[in-house]
């Protein structure tokens, strides 16, 4: 079975609306990540946690928020979406600080309207 | 400047011949490297791993490691139409005191049948 989940697998939002994307990792992993992948960007790291929690900003933090309230759920939270937040979120869990191999969820979709 | 650098963005290969993937990091000193697989519309997968200079075999996929020169290969033997995917190199790197995962923009393998 799938060790980490996320939900929605696909969502539409309205510009200024609420927006939250949720992991689970089953995994038992100290570490998750929450990264946004765009053309020609790769994969960036938004947020990430140590355990519950705990966040941290990644590279690309502005605009959201993160929630770790358990080991295994971490939350992406866009208190107010804009359309240049449509992408593909993926969340990752991992043992060790990026030293370890990172297990991903299967992303999901947004698009800000 | 992209700290690491994947080439090419697209490669076509027969079922069968072997593909070679390249990645170029910046930093000498990163002693971490991953090769991930993205299948259309689905999460990350790992391939590789590999921490010293060297070749490191998983099954069909074989890393090739030359920090001197600033680059990570990934070999697919008898690639199939299967293996057809985005493939992303991960460098972890030493910044600001703390090491960061750098990813590569990818790229797309189509394996012709």
């Known amino acids: 079975e799938a060790a980490v989940t996320q939900s929605p697998r696909n969502k539409v939002a309205v510009t200024g609306g609420k927006v939250t994307l949720s992991c689970n990792q089953t995994n038992n992993h100290n570490n998750m990540y929450w990264y946004r992948q765009d053309t020609g960007h790769g994969l960036r790291l938004i947020h990430y946690?140590?355990?519950?929690?705990?966040?941290e900003k990644g590279d690309i933090p502005d605009g959201y928020k993160a929630s770790r309230p358990s080991q295994e759920n971490f939350s992406l939270i866009l208190e107010l979406a804009t359309p240049s937040q449509t992408s593909v979120y993926f969340c990752a869990s991992g043992d060790a600080w990026v030293q370890d191999t990172q297990y991903f969820g299967p992303g999901t979709r947004l698009l800000v309207l | 400047q992209q700290k690491v650098q994947q080439s090419p963005e697209s490669l076509t290969v027969s079922e069968g011949a072997m593909a070679s993937l390249n990645c170029t990091f910046s930093d000498g000193t990163s002693n971490n490297f991953r090769w991930y697989r993205q299948h259309s519309a689905k999460g990350l997968e790992v391939l590789v791993s590999i921490f010293s200079d060297g070749e490191k075999e998983e099954g069909r996929f074989t890393a090739h490691l030359n920090r001197a020169n600033l680059h990570v290969s990934l070999h697919i033997r008898e690639p199939q139409p299967s293996d057809s995917a985005v493939y992303l190199c991960a460098v972890s790197m030493l910044m600001d005191s703390n090491y960061q995962l750098i990813w590569g923009s990818g790229t797309k393998l189509i394996i012709k049948p």
């Open positions: 946690s140590y355990g519950a929690g705990s966040t």
